[in-house]
């Protein structure tokens, strides 16, 4: 089935459809070496199943396909990289990346982070792929630090590339990164007293009183009862006091505040969701009216 790849007629001719079809066809095999080996002897062939591997980004049989622990890691960031050049002008690094670390498995993520220097992966994304790793990954990557300050301080440095919405927003979605952050914080706060350092504690504290608020919730509502409701029939007591709460904060606290709700389940689902930043959208567009000077009322 290898033998169409290496033509040029079968790139230049072939339907867009008729490509990716023959693709997914081929991310099945289950030994790829020798399509490799014959892959990496033939550069044309190679940039064209690079670049429709990027075209393709979307899909999700491509998520599959990057999370194969036979893909030889060069091969991933040929894919991941295709486009970097066509998309910097319109997107941030951080958007990129993200993109593209979210189809990468925890384990493949680690893999990538293991070999990072060697690979000379960009910051950011090296800062991206920490937000995939699971538990298990964490704690593998962490033992294979060295323990000496420097390391620890650089790591942390990475999401210096970060805005602090940004960079709350990731903590946000991933508990496991901002506690080991919290603990690596600890270890060297004293050594590097920095205004980064100081910056990225106030964004960890702040979630960590979320945590309370997330157990007063709930304690306050039976919220695992709810998850089998329909979303008219959940409790609008509990809603109410997400938006009520949400309303006091600025906008980019706001939202870090749902996502980490979302993320800790006191949001039930992606519709609620939607259905709490809707209602706090419409509430703060709502026009103020002010009566003028000497005007009153109608009674």
């Known amino acids: 089935m290898y033998t169409n790849f290496f033509k040029r007629k079968f790139w230049e001719e072939s339907s867009i459809k008729f490509i990716q079809e023959r693709i997914e066809e081929l991310f099945k095999v289950k030994d790829l070496s020798y399509f490799f080996s014959l892959l ?11 670049y429709y591997c990027w075209f393709f980004s979307n899909e999700s049989s491509i998520s599959v396909y990057l ?6 890691l060069e091969h991933i960031l040929d894919i991941i990289l295709a486009g970097l050049s066509l998309n910097e002008a319109e ?32 910051p950011v994304f090296i800062a991206c792929l ?28 990475l ?4 805005s602090i919405y940004d960079r709350e927003k990731v903590f946000a979605r991933n508990s496991i990164l901002y506690k080991y952050f919290n603990l690596l914080i600890s270890l060297i706060i004293t050594s590097y007293n920095d205004q980064f350092l100081l910056s990225l504690k ?18 306050a509502f039976s919220i695992e ?49 939607k259905l709490i930043e809707t209602v706090i959208n419409m509430q703060n567009s709502t026009p103020k009216f002010r009566l003028k000077k000497g005007m009153t009322r109608k009674r």
């Open 202 to 219: 106030q964004s960890i504290d702040k979630l960590v009183q979320w945590e309370d608020y997330v157990n007063g919730m709930k304690s």
């Open 225 to 273: 009862a709810e998850r089998t409701l329909s979303l008219r029939q959940r409790n609008s007591n509990r809603i109410s006091c997400i938006i009520h709460d949400a309303n006091t904060m600025n906008v980019e606290d706001s939202s870090v505040f749902l996502t980490f709700l979302l993320q800790h389940s006191v949001i039930i689902d992606e519709a609620e969701m």
């Open 130 to 157: 920490l937000i995939n790793l699971n538990a298990k990954s964490w704690e593998d990557y962490f033992n294979s630090l060295a323990t000496d300050d420097k390391e620890i301080y650089d790591l942390l440095k």
């Open 67 to 72: 999370s194969r622990k036979d893909l030889p």
């Open 91 to 122: 997107m941030r690094p951080i958007d990129y990346y993200s993109f593209w670390s979210e189809k990468l498995n925890s384990e493949q993520s680690l893999r990538l982070l293991e070999k990072s220097k060697k690979l000379e992966l960009h």
């Open 40 to 50: 990496n002897s033939n550069s044309k062939t190679k940039d064209y199943f690079i």
């Open 159 to 162: 999401y210096e590339n970060f």
